[in-house]
């Protein structure tokens, strides 16, 4: 599974943006696919994961009420809605792919990793 993150940018707090996450594989459909984010210095952290068939969503508690994270197996494509940014959800965002679903959070348990997009904030 190969993954390409897009969709980063700059926006000031309050504002909305919403990251893409394009794989290529024919199993696309059955991994559960990851949203993590890094901020100079600190270790990769979770954001969010959805697993196969959409039938569970889960969010870090810092991301609940104002992201949204889905996919549309059709395109082989997950999305993460980002309302009400923060200058503290400054980071490059990676999304990830794995099979299996303990330890969501972990960011070792993810197989594939996409190149990461930049997410900026403004106070």
């Known amino acids: 599974v190969q993954l390409q993150a897009s969709g980063g940018g700059l926006v000031q707090a309050g504002g909305s943006l919403r990251l893409s996450c394009a794989a290529s594989?024919?199993?696309?459909?059955?991994?559960?696919m990851g949203w993590f984010h890094q901020s100079p210095g600190k270790e990769r952290e979770f954001v969010a994961v959805?697993?196969?068939?959409?039938?569970?969503?889960y969010y870090a508690d810092s991301v609940k009420g104002r992201f949204t994270m889905s996919r549309d197996d059709a395109k082989n494509t997950v999305y993460l809605q980002m309302n009400s940014l923060k200058p503290e959800d400054t980071a490059v965002y990676y999304c990830a792919a794995r099979q299996g679903f303990r330890d969501i959070a972990s960011a070792a348990e993810y197989e594939y990793w996409g190149q990461g997009t930049q997410v900026t904030v403004s106070s």
């Open positions: 959805i697993k196969w068939g959409s039938v569970g969503t």
């Open positions: 594989g024919r199993t696309f459909s059955s991994y559960a």
